[in-house]
């Protein structure tokens, strides 16, 4: 788990957006509260940097084959 959180972090992503706990499958309400926690935490950081600068690219790139079309 600490080699993933660094890999994330040279890669410009928050080594908050994973977690790992452990519960039984007798643990329904501390799954749920887990669960909950870290969606929390996730939607506070925001969007994926990666994602957006995926986004971002295939704007730049579209942009550009639309304005050769025209």
């Not at 994973?18 to 007798?26: E, G, K, L, P, R």
């Not at 969007?47 to 690219?57: G, M, Y």
């Amino acid at each position: 788990m600490k080699y993933t959180k660094e890999i994330l972090k040279t890669t410009g992503v928050s080594p908050d957006r994973i977690q790992m706990f452990h519960c039984s499958a007798a643990e329904g309400q501390k799954f749920q509260e887990e669960v909950t926690r870290v969606s929390e935490i996730i939607e506070n950081l925001g969007s994926n940097p990666i994602k957006e600068s995926l986004r971002s690219e295939k704007n730049k790139k579209d942009s550009k084959e639309e304005q050769k079309k025209n």
